[in-house]
C-alpha cells in the first residue's frame, strides 16, 4: 500500500452533536489509512491541550471531541481542530504492541466453528490456522466495558452477521462478522461467529486504564489446549515484541482490509 | 460509632450512585451515576453533602430501609409513597431518622425513581473514580436485602443548622406526557424529510424494555433515506439513534459509549435527567431547539444548582 508516501486522508467535516461536541470524521470507510488518520489526529488533539477540551473518543472514521462550552466556542475550536488535521503527516502515534491471547478452539468453546466451516469451504483446521496466524490491528475502544474492535478478518472468514443475534456470549469469547473480530470482555448479547475463547482478562474495573489494549495495538489468537487457555484465567494478557511492530513500517495495520 | 442503612428489602431495583465517572468514553466505559442528577444533587444539598455525592437511586417500589444509628435523609425524584414508620414521608425535605426507623417506598404515584441521600454520603467502593453502580461492568451490584450501608463521617452538624426544603416551585412537576429538547443531528442527513418531520411531530410511548443503558419507544416509524447502519461512531449520553424499524433509542448514563445507528438528535443536557423520572407507557415529544437555547437552559441549570448550594450550606 501508498498511503504512507501519499497525502495523509483529508477531513471529511466537522459537525456539532448536541450543545458541546464535535464530531470529527475522515471519509466514511473502514481502512487502516482512515483509521490511523483518526489515531494520529486523536494523539494530537491529546497533545495540544486544547483550552476546554474534556474528551476526545477515537472510533474508526471519526472522533469525537466533547468540550465545556463556558472555557471555549465552537467555531474557535472547530477552525483549531481543523488546523490541527493539517500537521498529521509528522504526528508520531505510540508504539504498537502485540498482545497474544491463547485461544481454544470449536466445541463448546467455538460454537460456530462448524457453520464457519461450511460457509466459508475451509476445513475446522484450515480456519484455526488461518485466524490463530492472523494479526488483528486495534481501531478503536468502545461500545461497553473497554471491547476492542478489531480488523483484519482475512477474506474467506469475512461473514455477514448471525440473523439472531445470541442473548448471551460469555466474557473472553472470540468471533467474527465481516471485517471485523472482536473478543468479548463481558458476557454480552452479540450477532457475530464464535470460532473460540479466550481466558486471558481484558477489562478490569479496578485497574487505569482498565485494559491494557489501545488502539493501534495487534492482537494474535494462537491455538491451544483448553487446560493451558484456563491458566491464564483472570490474568492480563502479557505485551509481546512491542518493538517489532512499528506503526510507522508497512504490514501489519495495512493488511486489514476493510 | 457506625451510622447508615440498612437495606431490608431493594425492591424492584435499587443502586447506589453518584455523579458518575465522565471522561472515559474513549475506552468504552459509560459515564453511569444517577439518571434523574437533579434529584440526586438537591437530595444531596439538603443533607449538607456536596451535590454528587453518593445516595440511592431506586425504581417504582419495594425499597425498605432501617436507620442504623441516627441518620439525616432526604427523599426527592419521583413520588413512590415514601413511608416513615408507616406515616408520609416528607419529599425534597431533609429529616432524621432515629436508629431503627424505617423508610419503605410503597408504590410509585408519579414518576419512576426516587432519590435517597444520606448525611455524609453513602461509602461505597470506588471503581475508575466514582462509587456508581454499573453491574453489568463489575462495578458493584445492585444491592441486596440485609446490606449494611454506612455513611461517610459526616461533618458535625452545626448548632444554627436546621432542616431544609426545597420550594415546591423548583420541584420537578409530575407528568406523563414529557416535551424533550433535542438539537438536530449529527446524522439528519440520512433521515427522510417525512422522517423528520415525524420525529419532531408524533408522540412516542416510552417501552417497557426501557433501562439505565436505553430508553426505547415506539411510535410511528422514522423514515430513512438508505437505512441505519453506519460505520460504528462515538455515541455521546443522550444520542437518539435510530434502528432498521425505525423507533428511536435514547442512550443514557449505562448507555454504550460506540454505536453502528444513524443518530438524529441528541437530547440537551439540561433535559436529561427527565428520562429518570418516564414510566413504561408515558409518552414524548421531541421538540427541536438551537444550540444557543441548549446552552442557556444548561446556564440556567447551573445557576439554579450554585443558588441551592449557597442557600442549603450548613
Redesign the interface.
Known amino acids: 500500500m501508498t498511503d504512507e508516501v501519499s497525502r495523509p486522508p483529508q477531513l471529511h467535516r466537522i459537525?456539532?452533536?448536541?450543545?458541546?461536541?464535535l464530531?470529527v470524521?475522515f471519509a466514511?470507510?473502514?481502512s487502516p489509512t482512515i483509521n490511523r488518520a483518526v489515531r494520529r489526529l486523536s494523539t494530537a488533539l491529546e497533545q495540544s491541550g486544547l483550552t476546554g477540551v474534556?474528551?476526545?473518543?477515537?472510533?474508526?472514521?471519526?472522533?469525537?471531541v466533547?468540550f465545556d462550552?463556558r472555557l471555549v466556542e465552537?467555531s474557535p475550536l472547530r477552525a483549531a481542530i481543523t488546523a490541527i488535521a493539517e500537521t498529521l503527516e509528522d504526528q508520531p502515534l505510540p508504539p504498537s504492541r502485540l498482545f497474544r491471547l491463547p485461544t481454544v478452539y470449536g466445541g463448546s468453546y467455538g460454537p460456530d466453528l462448524d457453520h464457519v466451516c461450511n460457509a466459508s469451504g475451509l476445513a475446522a483446521d484450515e480456519v484455526i490456522d488461518l485466524f490463530s496466524r492472523q494479526r488483528f490491528p486495534v481501531c478503536?475502544?468502545?461500545?461497553?466495558?473497554?471491547?476492542a474492535?478489531l480488523g483484519g478478518v482475512p477474506h474467506p472468514l469475512q461473514l455477514p452477521r448471525r440473523a439472531t443475534p445470541r442473548l448471551r456470549v460469555p466474557a473472553g469469547a472470540v468471533g467474527i462478522a465481516n471485517a471485523q473480530a472482536v473478543v468479548l470482555?463481558?458476557e454480552l448479547p452479540s450477532g457475530f461467529h464464535y470460532l473460540g475463547r479466550t481466558f486471558v482478562s481484558l477489562?478490569d474495573?479496578?485497574q487505569?486504564?482498565?485494559?491494557p489494549i489501545r488502539p493501534g495495538d495487534v492482537v494474535e489468537f494462537p491455538a491451544v489446549s483448553a487446560e493451558a487457555a484456563q491458566e491464564w484465567t483472570g490474568q492480563f494478557p502479557g505485551v509481546c515484541d512491542v518493538d517489532r511492530i512499528s506503526n510507522s513500517g508497512p504490514g501489519l495495520a495495512d493488511d486489514h482490509s476493510g | 460509632m457506625l451510622t447508615g442503612f440498612r437495606i431490608l428489602d431493594p425492591g424492584w431495583q435499587t443502586t447506589i450512585q453518584d455523579e458518575g465517572r465522565?471522561?472515559?468514553?474513549?475506552?468504552?466505559?459509560?459515564c453511569s451515576g444517577a439518571l434523574d442528577q437533579f434529584s440526586l444533587q438537591v437530595s444531596n444539598l439538603l443533607v449538607g453533602n456536596r451535590p454528587g455525592a453518593a445516595g440511592l437511586e431506586t425504581v417504582l417500589q419495594g425499597l425498605c430501609l432501617e436507620a442504623v444509628g441516627s441518620v439525616i435523609v432526604a427523599v426527592t425524584g419521583g413520588d413512590l409513597s415514601a413511608e416513615w414508620n408507616g406515616q408520609p414521608a416528607p419529599l425534597w425535605t431533609s429529616f432524621r431518622m432515629a436508629s431503627g426507623d424505617r423508610l419503605r417506598f410503597r408504590c410509585h404515584q408519579n414518576g419512576c425513581r426516587a432519590c435517597v441521600a444520606l448525611r455524609g454520603g453513602v461509602a461505597a467502593p470506588q471503581?475508575?473514580g466514582s462509587c456508581s453502580t454499573?453491574a453489568?461492568?463489575?462495578?458493584w451490584r445492585n444491592l441486596q436485602r440485609g446490606d449494611l450501608l454506612p455513611a461517610n463521617d459526616p461533618a458535625p452538624l452545626s448548632p444554627w443548622s436546621q432542616m431544609r426544603s426545597l420550594a415546591p416551585a423548583l420541584r420537578p412537576r409530575p407528568t406523563s406526557d414529557y416535551r424533550v429538547r433535542v438539537?438536530i443531528?449529527?446524522h439528519q442527513d440520512r433521515f427522510t424529510h417525512d422522517g423528520l418531520h415525524t420525529f419532531l411531530t408524533a408522540r412516542y410511548r416510552i417501552s417497557s424494555r426501557s433501562d439505565r443503558q436505553g430508553f426505547r419507544t415506539e411510535g410511528p416509524p422514522v423514515a430513512t433515506t438508505h437505512g441505519s447502519d453506519?460505520?460504528?461512531?462515538?455515541t455521546?449520553v443522550?444520542?437518539v439513534q435510530v434502528p432498521g424499524d425505525g423507533q428511536p433509542i435514547i442512550l443514557l448514563r449505562d448507555g454504550?459509549?460506540?454505536?453502528g445507528y444513524a443518530?438524529i438528535a441528541?437530547?440537551?443536557?439540561s433535559d436529561l435527567d427527565q428520562f429518570g423520572r418516564m414510566m413504561p407507557a408515558d409518552t414524548v415529544r421531541f421538540e427541536s431547539v438551537s444550540?444557543e437555547a441548549?446552552?442557556d437552559a444548561?446556564a440556567r441549570r447551573r445557576r439554579l444548582l450554585r443558588y441551592l448550594t449557597a442557600a442549603f450550606a450548613d
Open positions: 459537525v456539532p452533536v448536541g450543545e458541546d461536541g464530531l470524521e466514511a470507510e473502514i474534556l474528551e476526545i473518543v477515537p472510533a474508526y472514521r471519526s472522533l469525537l466533547s462550552s465552537l478503536c475502544l468502545g461500545f461497553l466495558c473497554c471491547l474492535y470482555p463481558i477489562y474495573p479496578q487505569f486504564p482498565p485494559t | 465522565p471522561r472515559l468514553r474513549r475506552f468504552g466505559i459509560p471503581y475508575l454499573f453489568r461492568g463489575g462495578m438539537i443531528g449529527p453506519i460505520i460504528s461512531d462515538p455521546p443522550g444520542s454504550q459509549t460506540t454505536g443518530r441528541a437530547v440537551i443536557s444550540r441548549a446552552l444548561a
